[in-house]
């Protein structure tokens, strides 16, 4: 397994711009596939970004061309650079971590249930 934990998180005006950092430990992150994930209460946890071991990634339309995943497997940090931000991107943002998917195709990246290793999370609010 591996322990996750992000940072990053704020308050922020409309179009503006946020990074978000999930720094891993107990293992490195090129071993992962990994992801990130918006949870708002009353909703189910939605996928936001995920990065395959082979660079490849996937993004949720709402967020394609305004968010970019990138892993840095020297550093053993999965980052989230989220600019133009809307209202609707207010959530708490959480990383999460998987050694393979089961089946095949990059949408897999933002399904929740491929992912066993969970940070616990950082706010994001935009107004």
């Known amino acids: 397994d591996v322990q996750l934990v992000e940072s990053g998180g704020g308050s922020v005006q409309v179009g503006g711009s946020l990074r978000l950092s999930c720094v891993a430990s107990?293992?490195?992150?090129?071993?992962?596939?990994m992801g990130w994930f918006r949870q708002v209460p009353g909703k189910a946890r939605e996928g936001v970004a995920g990065?395959?071991?082979?660079?490849?990634?996937r993004y949720a339309d709402s967020m394609k061309g305004r968010f970019i995943i990138s892993k840095d497997n020297a550093e053993n940090t999965l980052y989230l650079q989220m600019d133009c931000l809307k209202p609707e991107d207010t959530g708490m943002y959480l990383c999460?971590?998987?050694?393979?998917?089961?089946?095949?195709?990059?949408?897999?990246?933002?399904?929740?249930?491929?992912?066993?290793?969970w940070g616990q999370g950082t706010q994001v609010t935009v107004s």
């Open positions: 999460a971590a998987a050694t393979r998917m089961y089946g095949l195709g990059v949408a897999l990246l933002l399904d929740k249930y491929q992912y066993n290793d």
């Open positions: 107990g293992d490195t992150v090129g071993r992962y596939c």
């Open positions: 990065i395959d071991k082979d660079g490849s990634t």
